[in-house]
């Protein structure tokens, strides 16, 4: 019995090594087949992510590119790059929000082929993006890359769209006055010079310059806690013709004499805003008052040769637009007073309250008996095309030194003086103590000017 015992222990064991065995050998296939098929997948999704670079670097180079890329061979594959490009008028692919039928929650964007588009509509799908949140007059591009490696294919989507001149805390084409001790700034800041500062200015978010940084000033030692890069290009090249025929609301000479038109705007808190406008040097008309809505459905206001006025408590989102129309005189906004969000998104990030300005001309706060020997406050991004932004030079030199409080946003030709310094030390006019409103890295006033330039807003995997 014991060699018997014996002999049926073996064969067990045997028995039970070979069915590990076998099993063994299954692990290890499906393990290598598994590691080919990982292998596979990652070689294409990196060939996808190499045409979605070359195809963003194209356009980054030349904004009009469409071209895309048809069975190119890369690294043992091939990717197939389709541009959707605005600009260039381009559609490799279409774009249409597929909602499957019966359950339109689930709807969501898709890149076919053009042949395939009838058999969409015919469900319901529409063309462009689901929800999408994209102005239509925005230029916009979007790059689909499909990358392929031994019958495994990954897809990429990228989306490109030129950034606003809001995501700029400070942006100057130029900077031929220094910023002071006292100066406090922050968000983004570019110069498209160089940056002169005198003592010890402030800057919290990053800067950045085309040629670099003079320091004057006892000591001269500015702070820059955001970093400071040189060498970096951003031209101001913007046309508000676009603008004009995109307003829903216009003041212009209406007899055909190319009048100049001066407009009050006076906001008020409850929603509405006052208006007035005057022809040349006649008497301004007598005052409307009306919802923001209705006069400016969607938002912006163009004044057409003339000079904005406007002061008060902002409920809403506008954009102000005012043009010299080849008249110097003109292209110009006056502040009379304040002006202010009436939900503050410091205090309160959900406020949808938001102000754009953009004059061809000087942005300025009026010296007037409301705003001599006191502090000011204007919140919203302000883009002066050809000119500067800042107090009047009653202002500068009055003996009062106060402070200038900016929620938003200053871009112009070039940096000026608001206040009157003995050596670095501001001794009268008006501080400059800058917030950044972050709202505007993603979300800016209605139809706030573009650079021009694509950055990638989107990276789909």
């Known amino acids: 019995m014991g060699g018997r015992a014996s002999m049926l222990l073996v064969l067990g064991f045997c028995l039970i090594f070979m069915t590990m065995g076998t099993n063994f050998n299954k692990m290890t296939i499906k393990s290598i087949e598994g590691y080919g ?67 339109a ?46 019958g495994v294919t990954k897809t990429i989507v990228v989306e490109l769209r030129p950034s606003s001149y809001a995501k700029y805390g400070n942006y100057y084409s130029a900077s031929s006055v220094s910023l002071g001790t006292g100066d406090t700034l922050s968000g983004p800041f570019h110069t498209n010079g160089t940056l002169y500062t005198n003592g010890t200015p402030v800057f919290w978010g990053k800067v950045t310059a085309k040629i670099g940084v003079v320091k004057s000033g006892s000591p001269a030692d500015p702070k820059f806690y955001g970093g400071f890069e040189s060498g970096i290009n951003m031209p101001n090249n913007f046309d508000t013709t676009g603008l004009r025929n995109t307003a829903s609301k216009i003041f212009r000479d209406t007899t055909g004499s190319g009048k100049p038109v001066d407009v009050r705007l006076y906001f008020n808190a409850d929603g509405t805003v006052t208006s007035s406008f005057r022809i040349a040097n006649g008497a301004f008309t007598t005052p409307k008052t009306m919802p923001l ?72 706060i009026q010296d007037n008996a409301t705003t001599e020997g006191k502090d000011i406050y204007t919140q919203g991004s302000m883009y002066s095309i050809n000119g500067t932004v800042g107090p009047e030079s009653g202002l500068v030199n009055q003996s009062y030194l106060g402070k200038w409080y900016i929620l938003g946003g200053i871009i112009a030709t070039n940096t000026m003086a608001t206040a009157t310094y003995s050596g670095s030390v501001p001794v009268k006019g008006l501080r400059l103590v800058h917030t950044y409103d972050t709202r505007f890295l993603n979300n800016v006033p209605p139809f706030f000017p573009n650079t021009n330039n694509f950055e990638i807003v989107s990276w789909y995997e």
């Open 293 to 364: 809505s209705s006069l400016a459905p969607n938002g912006l206001i163009y004044v057409e040769k003339g000079n904005i006025f406007t002061k008060g408590t902002l409920k809403g989102k506008v954009t102000l637009v005012t043009t010299q129309k080849n008249n110097a005189q003109y292209g110009k906004v006056y502040f009379e007073d304040n002006l202010k969000y009436s939900s503050n998104p410091v205090s309160n990030p959900s406020s949808t309250d938001m102000l754009g300005i953009v004059a061809e001309s000087d942005i300025r």
């Open 37 to 103: 098929n990982y292998f596979n997948a990652s070689m294409a999704y990196y060939i996808a992510v190499t045409g979605a670079n070359m195809a963003a670097n194209q356009i980054f180079v030349d904004k009009t590119w469409g071209a895309g890329y048809s069975n190119l061979s890369f690294n043992g594959g091939y990717l197939n790059v389709y541009i959707n490009n605005t600009i260039a008028g381009t559609s490799g692919k279409v774009e249409i929000c597929h909602i499957p039928p019966g359950n």
């Open 105 to 150: 929650g689930a709807r969501h964007t898709l890149w076919i082929d053009a042949s395939a588009l009838s058999a969409h509509l015919a469900h319901g799908d529409y063309l462009g993006q689901c929800d999408s949140a994209v102005s239509s007059h925005q230029q916009t591009a979007t790059i689909i890359s499909e990358g392929t490696y031994s």
